[in-house]
């Protein structure tokens, strides 16, 4: 099973800040990197696919990049309602599986 | 408008059993993969079970495998999943997903339903 490690597990900015969230791979997964963002008591919402493809209608300011084991998930400038909680999901290998989550929090 | 419509969660006892079902509409439901996704109380997301368009294929996370079935019926449109031999740590809140482009296997998900609650305790 590969595992996905994120990082930070919170990461505090103020609104207009730049965020940065990591997802690292246990072993390669080629670009097959997917990255959703969860609201309280929401469903997830798919961001990105592909390793950097937008989903349909997502924001110009969310970019995904990297490939291999070593990905990331830029939000250029954070709006209020960028503060949620971003998962990464690899379909490289079976079982799909999913990183532990990182909170971007209102500093 | 795609809608995912989870029902069938509730409290049942450790070893006991529940069928949750999933509502489609919106979309050509025959055409694509699904999938349950679940999210224990604070945690995070863990995929369970993967179904083909066709149905002819099934996908099973370790941790589920010989005690969950999914299945489909393209004529109604529905997602099943047979959860025999719960246990307290299937209790979780499960979420019927739609893949974004695959047909025969689970890629990634791009509709998601609100999700329905499973406990398992006595």
């Given at each position: 099973?590969?595992?996905?490690t994120q990082s930070p597990a919170t990461l505090s900015l103020s609104p207009g800040e730049r965020?940065?969230?990591?997802?690292?791979?246990?072993?390669?997964?080629?670009?097959?990197?997917?990255?959703?963002?969860?609201?309280?008591?929401?469903?997830?919402?798919?961001?990105?696919?592909?390793?950097?493809?937008?989903?349909?209608?997502?924001?110009?300011?969310?970019?995904?990049?990297?490939?291999?084991?070593?990905?990331?998930?830029?939000?250029?400038?954070?709006?209020?309602?960028?503060?949620?909680?971003?998962?990464?999901?690899?379909?490289?290998?079976?079982?799909?599986?999913?990183?532990?989550?990182?909170?971007?929090?209102?500093? | 408008?795609?809608?995912?419509?989870?029902?069938?969660?509730?409290?049942?006892?450790?070893?006991?059993?529940?069928?949750?079902?999933?509502?489609?509409?919106?979309?050509?439901?025959?055409?694509?993969?699904?999938?349950?996704?679940?999210?224990?109380?604070?945690?995070?997301?863990?995929?369970?079970?993967?179904?083909?368009?066709?149905?002819?294929?099934?996908?099973?996370?370790?941790?589920?495998?010989?005690?969950?079935?999914?299945?489909?019926?393209?004529?109604?449109?529905?997602?099943?999943?047979?959860?025999?031999?719960?246990?307290a740590e299937d209790t979780a809140v499960y979420y019927c997903a739609k893949d974004r482009i695959?047909?025969?296997?689970?890629?990634?998900?791009?509709?998601?339903?609100?999700?329905?609650?499973v406990t398992v305790s006595s």
């Amino acid at each position: 099973e590969i595992v996905l490690t994120q990082s930070p597990a919170t990461l505090s900015l103020s609104p207009g800040e730049r965020a940065t969230l990591s997802c690292r791979a246990s072993q390669s997964v080629s670009s097959y990197l997917a990255w959703y963002q969860q609201k309280p008591g929401q469903a997830p919402r798919l961001l990105i696919y592909g390793a950097s493809n937008r989903a349909t209608d997502i924001p110009a300011r969310f970019s995904g990049s990297g490939s291999g084991t070593d990905f990331t998930l830029t939000i250029s400038s954070l709006e209020p309602e960028d503060f949620a909680v971003y998962y990464c999901q690899q379909r490289s290998n079976w079982p799909l599986t999913f990183g532990g989550g990182t909170k971007v929090e209102i500093k | 408008e795609v809608q995912l419509l989870e029902s069938g969660g509730g409290l049942v006892q450790p070893g006991g059993s529940l069928r949750l079902s999933c509502a489609a509409s919106g979309f050509t439901f025959s055409s694509y993969a699904m999938s349950w996704v679940r999210q224990a109380p604070g945690k995070g997301l863990e995929w369970v079970s993967g179904i083909s368009n066709s149905g002819g294929s099934t996908y099973y996370a370790g941790s589920v495998k010989g005690r969950f079935t999914i299945s489909r019926d393209n004529s109604k449109n529905t997602l099943d999943l047979q959860m025999n031999s719960l246990r307290a740590e299937d209790t979780a809140v499960y979420y019927c997903a739609k893949d974004r482009i695959c047909s025969s296997t689970s890629c990634n998900f791009d509709y998601w339903g609100q999700g329905t609650l499973v406990t398992v305790s006595s």
